[in-house]
Each structure stands twice: as structure tokens, then as C-alpha cells.
């Protein structure tokens, strides 16, 4: 199945224009501190992906990788076949809602379910929060819409948790956060585990910290056992 691939290259090779000229895509923010070069490209499959990042990239590179229909995820060691969790789906995900409380659901139909639980208290606190009432009224139809779409085995889009949608309002599958700590501990070795927040949803504690910071520590051993990188 088709997807995209998106590495972070923390060394100084290859260069932007290498990679390019290999066929990715790239943006140069090397001059910012501690910004990996970030290559990215689209592929006919997850194989192919492995196969042409083995190619051209260096040995150790993290390679994230969502397939186009949102349906796979995940992401992989350049070099290192098995070290990284395993591709996943949606579910099961962590719901993170605006109060930093949250609920964990196993399955798309509990995910969509739970979203549509909270769509009155969520306009609501829209309305609190001085967003304009016809906004709200359009949020909602849309929201329900969106839903529809999930449950069907579409994609969760910003639309799909409703009018008030933000950074600590989203759907966070296990499969994503497992990824994330495992690159930040195979990336990051030296900073312990326990002092680690997920660098996007960095408010919320209990059990989604709890999966993060054990991913950190597998990607932490994951390097260790790798000790030629």
C-alpha cells in the first residue's frame, strides 16, 4: 500500500542537495539547533520505502511512514530490519480531551462513539471560550460528518473532534506514540527516560505518559544492542 516517508537524518551526510538529487524532497533547517535534516518522499509500498531509504540514506536514520489512506502507521531503523514497533492502525488510541483528562478505547467503533459523547460539552465550551455561534452550529454538522467518515475506516481529521480541535484536544493512536518515543530514545539515548514528555502532547501525565516513556526506553535499549551505530 501506498504511503509517505519521513526520516530524520541527525548527521551532516548526505547533505540537502544529495538528497534531493536522490529524489527526496527536503527543507533545510540545519541552522536551527538540534534540527535533523528531514527528507521525505512517497512510495508504491513500505517495502520499497525500506529498500530505497537502505539506498540513501545513513544506517540509524529513523523513518517514519503513514500510508496514504491513514490506515498504517509507523515507522522503521535504516539498517536495523525488526528494532521498531510494529506498523499499527488507528486503534487502539488515547483520546486526549481540553480538560488534559484522558480515555483510552480499543476499537474505531469505541473511538467514534466517545467523540460523539463529547460533541455537547465540546460546543459548548466553544461557545464559553467565545467562539461565534454560527461557528459552533458548523463545527457540529461538521464534526458528525467527519465522524461518519472514521467510522466507515476514514481518516480522523480536525473536523472529527468537533469545533474547539486543538493541540490538547485530539486522537492519539497507541501506534503513534509508541513510534515517537521509541525515535526519541533510539535518537536521544542520553536523556533519561523518566524526565521525557511527548514533545506534542507534553500536558497530559497517567497512562498516555506512562506508553511514551516505556517506548522511550525501548528505543533507549534498541540502541544500546545496536552498539555499531
Same mark, same amino acid.
Given at each position: ?22 529524489? &527526496? ?71 486526549? &480531551? ?66 474547539? &480541535? ?64
Amino acid at each position: 500500500m501506498s504511503g509517505r516517508a519521513l526520516a530524520m537524518v541527525y548527521s551532516q551526510e548526505p547533505t540537502l542537495e544529495a538528497v534531493r538529487a536522490l529524489g &527526496w524532497g527536503a527543507d533545510d533547517f540545519r541552522d536551527l539547533e538540534d534540527v535533523p535534516l528531514m527528507p521525505y518522499r512517497d512510495f508504491a509500498s513500505y517495502e520499497e520505502a525500506q529498500a530505497i531509504a537502505a539506498r540513501d540514506l545513513p544506517a540509524g536514520t529513523t523513518v517514519g511512514w503513514t500510508t496514504h489512506d491513514g490506515r498504517w502507521r509507523g515507522g522503521f531503523v535504516v539498517g536495523y530490519a525488526d528494532v521498531a514497533p510494529p506498523l499499527g492502525g488507528l486503534t487502539p488510541a488515547y483520546i486526549l &480531551w481540553p480538560d488534559f483528562s484522558e480515555l483510552y478505547v480499543e476499537t474505531r467503533d469505541q473511538l467514534v462513539s466517545a467523540l460523539r459523547d463529547r460533541l455537547d460539552p465540546i460546543a459548548e465550551l466553544a461557545l464559553e471560550q467565545g467562539m461565534d455561534a454560527e461557528q459552533v452550529k458548523v463545527g457540529r454538522v461538521a464534526m458528525l460528518s467527519a465522524l461518519d467518515t472514521v467510522a466507515a475506516g476514514g481518516r480522523v481529521r480536525p473536523e472529527s473532534c468537533g469545533p474547539l &480541535w486543538c493541540r490538547r484536544w485530539t486522537v492519539a493512536p497507541v501506534v503513534d506514540i509508541r513510534w515517537s518515543g521509541f525515535r526519541a530514545g533510539w535518537n536521544d539515548p542520553d536523556e533519561p527516560a523518566d524526565e521525557r514528555r511527548h514533545p506534542v502532547h507534553y500536558d497530559y501525565a497517567g497512562a498516555f505518559q506512562d506508553l511514551y516513556r516505556d517506548a522511550v526506553r525501548a528505543g533507549i535499549a534498541a540502541r544500546a544492542r545496536c552498539s555499531d551505530v
